[in-house]
Nanobody
Framework: QVQLVESGGGLVQAGGSLRLSCAASGPTTSRNGMGWFRQAPGKEREFVAT????????YYGDFVKGRFTIARDNAKNTMYLQMNSLKPEDTAVYYC????????????????WGQGTQVTVSS
């Protein structure tokens, strides 16, 4: 089955940038829709961005659109999230996810999850 491992999180100053990576392995990975979600203390899981298997269709959460960019490299089985103009409210654990179908902004529709990577943005 699909396995996902996030990396690239860390501590960054407000206005700075981070590039998150999600390494995927397992069958049908290249054809799976994939996405990024985040969860901060006291908050529910929040949609960040999603991308179709071919990388053509990309969608972003309202709070991050224009600042974040999602991409994937199927040859490397890796998905990326370029995060620019980071704000303190972006602080959260960021998770990558995959589903056996088209991409979706609903976390309940995803089948596989990574363990998450912490992103902390200082004021």
């Amino acid at each position: 089955q699909v396995q996902l491992v996030e990396s690239g999180g860390g501590l960054v100053q407000a206005g700075g940038s981070l590039r998150l990576s999600c390494a995927a392995s397992g069958p049908t990975t290249s054809r799976n829709g994939m996405g990024w979600f985040r969860q901060a203390p006291g908050k529910e899981r929040e949609f960040v961005a999603t991308i179709s298997w071919n990388g053509i269709n990309k969608y972003y959460g309202d709070f991050v659109k224009g600042r974040f960019t999602i991409a994937r490299d199927n040859a490397k089985n890796t998905m990326y999230l370029q995060m620019n103009s980071l704000k303190p409210e972006d602080t959260a654990v960021y998770y990558c996810a995959s589903r056996g179908g088209s991409s979706s902004g609903d976390w309940k529709e995803y089948d596989y999850w990574g363990q998450g990577t912490q992103v902390t943005v200082s004021s």
